[in-house]
């Protein structure tokens, strides 16, 4: 035996204090090893914790803050620019040639293309796991390798896509002309730009510049000319070029031609030809330049004015909030100030205030939670412990933030999510330890011995018990998708929240607890009430353990089968709630927003006036809402934006990679209402009643609304394929009658559409008798009436373009075309309707593609509270699709948006849980060395489950994948209790006690922890499971989750467990007793 006299410091930032003790009964080996080192050196103990708080702050104080984490989604996007090209041609000519080309790039899992007038996109979607930056250089290289795309097609872009978002939006405007608007809005963009916390901002809603010159067909006869030669000798009457350098000796003199022509007059003096006579004829004499904007139905106004938008965007490693606040200064100090009268500058979008607003109050959630923690830790042990337990959690969440600037994760919503979820956990280890030495204190051990043996007793399990929790959360690391990607921090931050915890726990903790007074020691004041209190929980919690615990735990004991009975029909109970859908099920909850928004689609070939006035009568449909919602009082101020003829059809649904395409027959009406904490109604209140106050509208195609800030497409989205474009058409309008005719479903829509009427010009014989060929003849109809592109100005960062073509007069009829002259390769000219046959047909706007066939998507939004998304799809594929798939053995359909992450993420799950299953036993396995009581030990995990169900019942939530997040949580804590109760019932039975008294005395000695445990957990996720404002309510389940799972099977194991344990032991009992 070992007589020990040790000198230890507890004092951090003081005087030192010492206190020397003298411990009987304690062998040498309990005092080896890390843990007895660190418990006596306070010096290294404090260091450590220091260091991790000091670091972890200044790491804190360096994370970018955003409101999602930017993220790379595994896609790549082709762009190619076709100008004037019909749809057909564009799916032909550009989108085809790049599907084929790039089918052979590794890792392509599937190939979304669209073929828009003008414009042909595609995008490749790869399998996780794919090297990105290979997949985008060979994407390059495949697509830099077709030489066959037409002579009009600009050259291929090729990105890409994040989940990129503008985090701040501003708008320009004021009754004034779009040229002010514009050059305003240019002029404060290159200022945004300017700002070293900006890299990236673009300026929407108003149109490009273009300079177009307009020949009449007379003088084009009279001379001789064609289009394309005068659009030649601008080309050439308007260049810059350098021409090389010479060397005086002294110094070198560089050449250079200056002739680049910027604006409407440098144009009109350009000389086109020379006349018989020896005079130029100049391009003023013989045509019209308009220097003004390009030929499109955009238009923007805010607040009723006219307006124009810019977007500034955060890129990988900035800060939203530090952008935010630059870009608010430099307008408040260099636009505001010096804007003409009649425009101003509102700011439309600032992602910093919700960031901020969400921030703090998960902030107060968890502050909350925290004083509950230690209160609960104070009343069931002592102050001085709660603190340093408390501290502990302090050093394990500061220490965190250095894990996350080492792995690049920033302060998001989704890390804050994590950090909530971990601080009702990772008290967990803290307690048990602190529990420990506890107890050995209340069986006479002395301040450091009971800190060593207090901890190394319990630090096997403890690891373990941790080791577990981190494989239960590593499964949410495999989850494939967007929401993988953007939720990748929530288990990255939680696993390093339960490290860092651990290794407190383990070599701080100790040295701190070795100072605890002994249990029962009086005190002075307010310390002797606090005593008191601690007495009396402490006097209430024994008798319960001795009394009602120590009864349920005989009748366990004794009628094992009983309760595992009981609690079997309770699991069945609850998955047959689940089946029959008494609990709403939403894979994903809709995180709201302050922007609420409509947007409109006319029938194809609408006037944009007429698309304009819907957009208007929808706008005062929210107007007088927004007045009933006022309640009589003073009304309601929300900004309104209108959009008309701009509709971002290639678009990724997290990120900011869009492609806007003019459509005048496309309108968008957006709110923006008060913060939330402002108002007394949600976003999807206000979207409902503007859906209902505004009703039907005659002529409207389809209006949809949105109300959230972020989500994963719509609930429901089918991709339908049919080799027969006309029966694909059919059964489209099929499927959208029978969602139509759902309860709960609205907003049905479809991108199938009539299509826009086209003339359509084809070469008659007697056109190419006259060796006219069709791309030659192809050229003159296209110059004529499109417009040929004789060069492109840059003018500021804005590149204009500058197109030749005949007067808008001479090309707004039908007539004008079968009129229009051609010329033929031997100089006669002759009417096109001569040499070629003109018919009207009609022809799509898009084409839609998924893996090389032509698709129609069939979209629609539910109303959770009638029916979930799950639902509807669910019916419309026994009810509808089976049989349209056996009637038509060539139709196909695919799920997009919300229904097939969900399948993503579910196909996935399963087999990741089941190897993290695999994993836990294992763990488990090792420590007790039994196959058969790790099994025993999981079975927590469906008792959380059972629990976290009820607090979805409880509080009317729906199940989503924020429940499953909480649950996988609660499986951790579970498992720990469960593991914990084991170890200490394996321990008396090594004690000679009997299988069921050893039984009763562990459960009973581990109660105290358990409950703590249970009720810290409960405390420390509560703030925010009672949380009422909107801003967190997309978190609620996740806490519920958590808090309901962990009282509900801390309730169960107590008697689950040792029944479960007594019937193991009978069971061997039998076997033995017959191989006997």
Same mark, same amino acid.
């Given at each position: ?41 306070? #010096? ?35 762009? =190619? ?61 495949? #697509? ?161 004015? &006219? ?30 100030? /010096? ?127 941790? %080791? ?10 495999? #989850? &494939?998708? &967007? ?15 339960? @490290? ?74 609850? =998955? ?5 859908? @008494? ?41 007088? #809402? ?16 209108? +959009? ?26 957006? /709110? ?24 039907? /509208? ?16 719509? &609930? ?202 695999? =994993? ?28 976290? %169900? ?30 914990? @109760? ?18 009763? =005395? ?13 009720? +810290? ?26 808090? /309901? ?32």
């Amino acid at each position: 035996m070992l007589w020990l006299r040790c000198e230890i410091s507890h004092s951090i930032f003081g005087p030192e204090q010492s206190i020397s003790f003298q411990e009987r009964n304690v062998t040498a080996g309990e005092f080896r090893g890390p843990i007895a080192y660190m418990a006596a050196n306070p #010096v290294a103990a404090n260091l450590l914790m220091g260091f991790l708080l000091v670091v972890g702050l200044i790491s804190a104080v360096g994370l970018p803050q955003e409101f999602l984490p930017e993220a790379s989604l595994d896609r790549i996007q082709v762009v =190619v620019p076709y100008p004037g090209a019909a749809p057909s041609e564009v799916e032909e000519l550009i989108v085809r040639k790049i599907e084929e080309q790039i089918q052979s790039v590794e890792g392509v899992k599937r190939i979304e293309s669209s073929a828009a007038e003008g414009l042909g996109s595609v995008i490749a979607e790869f399998r996780q796991g794919t090297d990105m930056n290979r997949a985008l250089a060979d994407m390059k290289a495949q #697509v830099d390798s077709i030489l066959t795309f037409p002579a009009g097609a600009e050259r291929p872009e090729v990105r890409e896509i994040t989940s990129r978002q503008s985090i701040f939006r501003l708008v320009v405007y004021g009754a004034v002309s779009e040229r002010t608007i514009k050059e305003l809005t240019s002029r404060i963009e290159d200022g945004i730009l300017a700002l070293p916390e900006v890299s990236f901002a673009e300026s929407s809603g108003v149109r490009d510049y273009e300079i177009s010159i307009e020949v009449p067909r007379d003088r084009l006869r009279a001379l001789g000319l064609t289009l394309e030669d005068v659009a030649l000798a601008v080309r050439l009457g308007s260049l810059e070029l350098s021409a090389g350098k010479i060397s005086t000796g002294e110094e070198e003199i560089r050449i250079r031609t200056l002739g680049q022509n910027y604006g409407q007059f440098d144009f009109e003096d350009i000389v086109v030809m020379t006349g018989p006579n020896g005079a130029a004829v100049r391009l003023g004499e013989i045509a019209t330049v308009h220097d003004a904007f390009a030929d499109s139905d955009l238009s923007t106004r805010f607040n009723g004015q &006219p307006a124009a938008r810019i977007n500034v965007f955060r890129t990988a490693g900035e800060d939203v909030l530090d952008i935010a606040q630059a870009v608010r200064d430099y307008i408040d100090t260099e636009v505001t100030p /010096f804007l003409p009268e009649g425009v101003a500058v509102s700011i439309w979008q600032d992602d910093s205030v919700d960031l901020r607003g969400r921030v703090n109050l998960l902030i107060e959630n968890a502050a909350l939670g925290l004083f509950l923690v230690f209160l609960a830790l104070g009343l069931f042990l002592q102050i001085r412990l709660a603190m340093w337990v408390a501290l502990g959690l302090a050093v394990s969440f500061t220490g965190t933030f250095v894990v996350m600037q080492v792995l690049g994760v920033s302060i998001s919503m989704f890390s804050l999510m994590a950090m909530v979820l971990a601080l009702g956990i990772v008290v967990d280890d803290a307690i048990v330890v602190g529990e420990n030495i506890y107890a050995e204190r209340e069986k006479g051990a002395e301040g450091l011995a009971a800190a060593v043996q207090g901890t190394q007793r319990i630090a096997g399990p403890v690891i373990f018990s941790i %080791l577990t929790t981190v494989t239960a959360f590593s499964v949410l690391l495999t #989850v &494939p998708g &967007p929401i993988g990607r953007i939720g990748l921090s929530i288990p990255i931050v939680v696993i390093a929240v339960l @490290m860092l915890s651990l290794v407190e726990s383990l070599l701080v903790l100790p040295n701190h607890l070795a100072h605890l007074p002994k249990p029962g020691e009086p005190g002075t004041g307010l310390g002797r009430a606090v005593r008191r209190t601690q007495a009396s929980v402490d006097a209430s919690v024994k008798r319960f353990i001795d009394g009602p615990l120590d009864r349920a735990l005989r009748f366990a004991t004794a009628a094992p089968s009983v309760v595992l009975a009981a609690t079997l029909s309770l699991m069945l109970l609850s =998955v047959t709630i689940v089946v029959t859908g @008494m609990v709403r099920y939403e894979f994903l909850p809709q995180i709201e927003g302050d922007i609420v928004s409509a947007n409109i689609e006319m029938p194809v070939g609408t006037p944009s006036d007429r698309t304009s006035d819907v957009a208007l009568q929808l706008e005062a449909a929210g107007q007088r #809402v927004l007045q009933a919602l006022s309640g009589g009082a003073e009304p309601i101020s929300a900004d309104v934006s209108v +959009t008309v003829g701009q509709t971002a059809q290639l678009f990724d649904p997290l990120g900011g990679n869009a492609v806007e395409l003019p459509r005048g027959h496309i309108g968008t009406v957006e /709110f923006r209402l008060p913060p939330s904490d402002l108002r007394d109604f949600s976003s999807t209140d206000f979207q409902n009643l503007w859906r209902e106050e505004a009703g039907e /509208f005659p002529g409207v195609r389809s209006l949809a609304f949105s109300a959230g800030a972020l989500g994963l497409g719509l &609930p429901v989205h089918l991709e339908l394929s049919h080799p027969d474009p006309e029966r694909l058409a059919l059964i489209a309008d099929e499927v959208a009658a029978n969602l139509e005719s759902t309860s709960g479903v609205f907003d049905v829509s479809t991108n199938h559409d009539e299509g826009v009427q086209e003339l359509q010009i084809e070469l008659k014989p007697a056109g190419r008798s006259l060796d006219v060929t069709l791309d030659d003849f192809a050229r003159q109809v296209r110059a004529a009436f499109f417009g040929t592109e004789a060069l492109r100005v840059q003018r500021g960062r804005e590149e204009m373009r500058v197109f030749v073509r005949l007067p808008e007069t001479e090309r707004n009829s039908p007539a004008d075309i079968e009129n229009y002259a051609v010329r033929t390769p031997h100089g006669g000219v002759l009417p096109l309707g001569q040499i070629a046959d003109v018919a009207l047909a009609r022809s799509p706007t898009t084409i839609h593609r998924l893996d090389e066939r032509r698709v129609i998507t069939v979209t629609a939004n539910v109303d959770s509270a009638v029916i979930t998304g799950q639902q509807v799809n669910g019916n419309l594929q026994r009810n509808l699709l089976a049989g349209l798939s056996a009637e038509y053995p060539d139709f196909l359909y695919f799920y997009g948006g919300e229904q097939r992450q969900q399948q993503e993420v579910y196909e996935t799950l399963p087999m990741t849980v089941f190897f993290a299953f695999l =994993v836990m036993y294992a763990l488990m396995a090792i420590p007790f060395g039994s196959y058969t009581q790790p099994l025993i030990v999981m079975t927590a995990i469906p008792l959380g489950l059972v629990g976290a %169900l009820i607090g979805h019942i409880l509080l009317d939530l729906s199940l989503g994948f924020t429940s499953l997040q909480g649950i996988i949580g609660v499986s951790g804590v579970v498992v720990n209790d469960s593991l914990m @109760m084991i170890k200490f019932i394996n321990n008396a039975r090594e004690r000679g006690l009997d299988p069921r008294d050893a039984i009763i =005395v562990g459960a009973k000695a581990r109660f105290r922890a358990i409950l703590l445990t249970s009720i +810290t957990t409960f405390l420390g996720v509560a703030p925010l499971m009672f949380e009422q404002s909107i801003q967190t309510q997309h978190l609620v389940p996740l806490a519920a989750s958590v808090g /309901f799972g962990v009282v509900v099977a801390t309730a169960l194991l107590m008697l689950v467990v040792p029944a479960l344990v007594m019937l193991q032991y009978n069971l061997v009992s039998v076997l033995k007793t017959r191989t006997a």
